[in-house]
Protein backbone atom coordinates (compact mmCIF):
# COMPACT_ATOMS: atom_id res chain seq x y z
CA UNK A 1 0.00 0.00 0.00
CA UNK A 2 1.40 3.08 -1.02
CA UNK A 3 0.92 5.95 1.89
CA UNK A 4 3.87 8.29 1.38
CA UNK A 5 7.49 8.81 -0.15
CA UNK A 6 9.21 7.83 2.74
CA UNK A 7 9.74 3.89 4.22
CA UNK A 8 11.47 2.53 6.54
CA UNK A 9 14.22 1.08 4.05
CA UNK A 10 14.97 4.89 3.37
CA UNK A 11 17.03 7.21 5.31
CA UNK A 12 14.86 9.35 7.95
CA UNK A 13 14.39 12.84 7.42
CA UNK A 14 15.11 13.04 11.26
CA UNK A 15 18.49 14.44 12.12
CA UNK A 16 20.59 12.30 14.43
CA UNK A 17 20.04 12.48 18.19
CA UNK A 18 17.77 12.88 21.42
CA UNK A 19 14.28 14.44 21.18
CA UNK A 20 13.30 15.27 24.96
CA UNK A 21 10.17 16.82 23.86
CA UNK A 22 7.51 16.67 21.37
CA UNK A 23 8.16 20.09 20.12
CA UNK A 24 11.85 18.58 19.47
CA UNK A 25 10.08 15.78 17.23
CA UNK A 26 7.96 18.29 15.49
CA UNK A 27 10.61 20.78 14.43
CA UNK A 28 13.12 17.71 14.09
CA UNK A 29 15.27 19.45 16.10
CA UNK A 30 17.34 16.93 18.53
CA UNK A 31 18.40 18.48 21.35
CA UNK A 32 20.81 16.11 22.82
CA UNK A 33 23.85 13.70 20.88
CA UNK A 34 24.35 10.80 23.03
CA UNK A 35 26.58 6.98 22.55
CA UNK A 36 23.66 4.96 21.92
CA UNK A 37 22.96 1.22 21.84
CA UNK A 38 19.76 0.09 20.11
CA UNK A 39 19.12 -3.50 20.88
CA UNK A 40 16.11 -5.43 19.26
CA UNK A 41 14.01 -7.29 21.45
CA UNK A 42 13.83 -10.96 21.26
CA UNK A 43 10.31 -12.14 21.68
CA UNK A 44 10.90 -14.15 24.96
CA UNK A 45 11.79 -10.67 26.58
CA UNK A 46 8.84 -8.77 25.22
CA UNK A 47 6.73 -11.37 26.70
CA UNK A 48 8.21 -11.77 30.13
CA UNK A 49 7.95 -7.55 30.61
CA UNK A 50 6.16 -6.73 27.85
CA UNK A 51 6.69 -3.39 25.80
CA UNK A 52 7.96 -2.25 22.39
CA UNK A 53 10.46 -3.90 19.52
CA UNK A 54 13.49 -1.79 20.65
CA UNK A 55 15.23 -1.45 23.74
CA UNK A 56 17.84 1.46 23.48
CA UNK A 57 20.62 2.27 25.92
CA UNK A 58 22.62 4.98 26.55
CA UNK A 59 26.89 4.54 27.72
CA UNK A 60 27.00 8.43 28.20
CA UNK A 61 28.08 8.92 32.20
CA UNK A 62 25.16 10.99 34.09
CA UNK A 63 22.43 9.48 31.93
CA UNK A 64 20.35 7.04 33.72
CA UNK A 65 18.43 4.31 32.55
CA UNK A 66 14.61 6.08 34.07
CA UNK A 67 16.27 9.26 32.11
CA UNK A 68 16.18 6.86 28.27
CA UNK A 69 13.07 4.70 29.49
CA UNK A 70 10.63 7.46 30.42
CA UNK A 71 12.16 11.05 29.62
CA UNK A 72 13.30 11.03 25.85
CA UNK A 73 10.12 11.37 23.38
CA UNK A 74 12.46 10.16 20.59
CA UNK A 75 15.64 8.74 18.75
CA UNK A 76 17.34 9.18 15.65
CA UNK A 77 20.11 7.18 14.26
CA UNK A 78 20.16 9.38 11.14
CA UNK A 79 19.12 6.10 9.26
CA UNK A 80 15.84 5.54 11.42
CA UNK A 81 13.54 7.38 13.75
CA UNK A 82 12.51 5.34 17.29
CA UNK A 83 9.17 6.77 19.61
CA UNK A 84 9.27 5.69 22.92
CA UNK A 85 5.95 4.54 23.38
CA UNK A 86 5.35 5.29 26.73
CA UNK A 87 4.97 8.82 25.70
CA UNK A 88 1.97 7.85 23.82
CA UNK A 89 0.64 5.35 26.07
CA UNK A 90 2.01 2.32 24.56
CA UNK A 91 3.72 0.23 27.06
CA UNK A 92 7.17 1.25 27.64
CA UNK A 93 10.65 1.03 24.70
CA UNK A 94 10.90 2.02 21.64
CA UNK A 95 8.88 1.30 18.39
CA UNK A 96 10.81 1.92 14.36
CA UNK A 97 8.97 4.03 12.92
CA UNK A 98 7.41 2.33 9.31
CA UNK A 99 6.65 5.42 7.03
CA UNK A 100 7.15 9.06 7.66
CA UNK A 101 5.91 12.33 6.04
CA UNK A 102 3.24 14.50 7.64
CA UNK A 103 2.31 11.50 9.58
CA UNK A 104 4.54 8.93 11.04
CA UNK A 105 3.31 5.22 10.87
CA UNK A 106 4.79 2.96 13.46
CA UNK A 107 4.24 -0.57 14.82
CA UNK A 108 3.69 -0.74 18.46
CA UNK A 109 2.39 -3.52 21.44
CA UNK A 110 -0.84 -3.35 22.79
CA UNK A 111 -1.63 -0.13 24.53
CA UNK A 112 -1.92 0.70 28.25
CA UNK A 113 -5.42 0.76 28.40
CA UNK A 114 -6.24 -2.04 26.31
CA UNK A 115 -3.43 -4.12 28.42
CA UNK A 116 -5.05 -3.23 31.67
CA UNK A 117 -8.30 -4.86 30.50
CA UNK A 118 -6.12 -8.02 28.87
CA UNK A 119 -4.50 -8.12 32.43
CA UNK A 120 -7.97 -8.22 34.33
CA UNK A 121 -9.61 -10.75 32.16
CA UNK A 122 -6.87 -12.73 31.23
CA UNK A 123 -4.02 -12.50 33.63
CA UNK A 124 -0.46 -12.83 33.34
CA UNK A 125 -0.84 -15.67 30.54
CA UNK A 126 -3.18 -13.06 28.65
CA UNK A 127 -1.44 -10.40 28.92
CA UNK A 128 1.63 -12.13 27.56
CA UNK A 129 0.19 -13.33 24.42
CA UNK A 130 -1.45 -9.87 23.87
CA UNK A 131 2.03 -8.49 23.99
CA UNK A 132 3.21 -10.66 21.23
CA UNK A 133 1.22 -9.06 18.73
CA UNK A 134 2.21 -5.34 17.13
CA UNK A 135 -0.35 -2.84 16.27
CA UNK A 136 0.14 -0.25 13.42
CA UNK A 137 -0.27 3.50 15.10
CA UNK A 138 -0.49 6.65 13.30
CA UNK A 139 0.93 10.24 14.73
CA UNK A 140 -0.40 13.30 13.09
CA UNK A 141 2.93 15.18 12.40
CA UNK A 142 0.46 18.19 12.83
CA UNK A 143 -1.42 17.44 15.89
CA UNK A 144 0.94 15.07 17.67
CA UNK A 145 -1.89 12.96 17.92
CA UNK A 146 -1.85 9.09 18.46
CA UNK A 147 -4.44 6.45 17.23
CA UNK A 148 -4.57 3.19 16.70
CA UNK A 149 -4.50 2.63 12.80
CA UNK A 150 -8.13 1.25 10.97
CA UNK A 151 -9.51 1.83 7.87
CA UNK A 152 -11.35 4.53 9.17
CA UNK A 153 -8.48 6.15 10.69
CA UNK A 154 -6.42 5.83 7.75
CA UNK A 155 -9.08 6.98 5.36
CA UNK A 156 -9.81 10.37 6.95
CA UNK A 157 -5.99 11.00 7.12
CA UNK A 158 -6.00 10.25 3.08
CA UNK A 159 -8.46 12.52 2.32
CA UNK A 160 -6.27 15.26 1.93
CA UNK A 161 -4.30 13.42 -0.45
CA UNK A 162 -7.24 12.42 -3.21
CA UNK A 163 -4.53 10.65 -5.44
CA UNK A 164 -2.99 7.99 -2.50
CA UNK A 165 -6.67 8.08 -1.30
CA UNK A 166 -8.04 6.10 -4.21
CA UNK A 167 -5.22 4.06 -4.96
CA UNK A 168 -6.09 2.91 -1.49
CA UNK A 169 -9.89 2.62 -2.07
CA UNK A 170 -8.97 0.82 -4.95
CA UNK A 171 -6.78 -1.78 -3.72
CA UNK A 172 -8.04 -5.24 -3.49
CA UNK A 173 -6.14 -6.86 -1.09
CA UNK A 174 -5.09 -4.17 2.17
CA UNK A 175 -1.57 -5.20 3.26
CA UNK A 176 -2.19 -4.56 6.72
CA UNK A 177 -5.34 -5.94 8.70
CA UNK A 178 -5.65 -2.77 10.68
CA UNK A 179 -5.56 -0.87 7.09
Given amino acids: M ?17 YQSM ?12 NIIIEKRSGADKAMVDGNDFKITCEDEGVFK ?3 KREWVAY ?18 YCLVLDEATLLIFNGVIDNNDAAKVAVLGGAI ?3 AASKTD ?11 VKKANKD ?16 DNE ?7 I
Fill in 135 to 145: RLYIMDLRTME
Fill in 126 to 128: GSA
Fill in 76 to 93: SDGDHLYLNGFHFGIQFW
Fill in 23 to 34: EELRLKSPSKQS
Fill in 172 to 178: PKKTHPD
Fill in 2 to 18: LLSIHSVWAQTAYPMGV
Fill in 153 to 168: VTRNYLLEFPEILAHY
Fill in 66 to 68: NEV
